[in-house]
């Protein structure tokens, strides 16, 4: 069971970082790479506590469909979805977002995954799947850290 683990400093409030990072609009810019698109459950707008979404990316050369849940939520503080269908057995995705000071934010991103087929699975997540997920996951973070932190700067100047 691989956990990716990684932290970001945003110069933004939680409550900035928070919602971009439950935005379904900014969730789709972020993977244009993957061509991922929200098709069930919230398409757009934040997704809350007890939602679902259905996306379909292209990974790998595959079109698939992933379905997640948010299963906790302790606004602006973290936030967790959940596989409810797709191509890993489960994965546990925790959104956490502490102050540092009115105006930083350090977030949290833990993805707790269990890749399909066995000791296939776990040959697969050795050779390629953890380095793919992990560069997934920062470059997301990223494109969330830089929206909120130009959203921030927009406001400053008026």
Known sequence: MPVIRMEFLIDAPRQV?????????????????????????????????????????????????????????EEPRYFVDEMVSGAFKRFHHTHEFIPITDNQTRMIDIF???SPLGILG??????????????FLRTRNEYLKQVAEAQIKALQSG
């Open 112 to 114: 707790d995954y269990t």
């Open 122 to 135: 776990k040959l697969a997540d050795w050779l390629f799947l953890k380095v793919y997920m992990t560069r």
């Open 17 to 73: 970082c928070f919602d971009a990072a439950r935005s379904i609009d900014l969730h789709m810019e972020s993977t244009a790479s993957t061509r991922e698109r929200a098709i069930g459950g919230v398409t757009s707008g934040l997704i809350n506590l007890g939602e679902t979404v259905t996306w379909e990316a292209i990974h790998f050369g595959i079109k698939q469909n992933l379905t997640v849940r948010i299963t906790e939520m």
